[in-house]
Nanobody, 114 residues
């Protein structure tokens, strides 16, 4: 059974940091590129970051470049999203995704406010 389980969300003040984790099971994680998406209230889901199966290649949405870092540990079957210098506009539910088979996690809420 395929599972993607996100964790690490929560509330943080502007300028703060959070690290999201997504633990995968049920498929050959090390062979899959992975992505993080987010969806804010009333908005469409948007792609935040992408990482290749090896971790050698990453891509980011312009809105998060230089603030967010995607990484992965294939031995732990986990993908991460380090989020720094958080802004209120980063508030959203963050989802982990394996695009090849369109696997999705349940999401984790990130709220940035003072």
């Amino acid at each position: 059974q395929v599972q993607l389980v996100e964790s690490g969300g929560g509330w943080v003040q502007p300028g703060g940091s959070l690290r999201l984790s997504c633990a995968a099971s049920g498929f050959p994680f090390s062979l899959y590129a992975m992505r993080w998406y987010r969806q804010a209230p009333g908005k469409e889901r948007e792609l935040v970051a992408h990482i290749s199966w090896s971790g050698d290649n990453t891509n980011y949405a312009d809105s998060v470049k230089s603030r967010f870092t995607i990484s992965r540990d294939n031995t732990k079957k986990t993908v991460y999203l380090q989020m720094n210098s958080l802004k209120p506009e980063d508030t959203a539910v963050y989802y982990c995704n394996a695009p090849a088979n369109d696997y999705w996690g349940q999401g984790t809420q990130v709220t940035v406010s003072s």
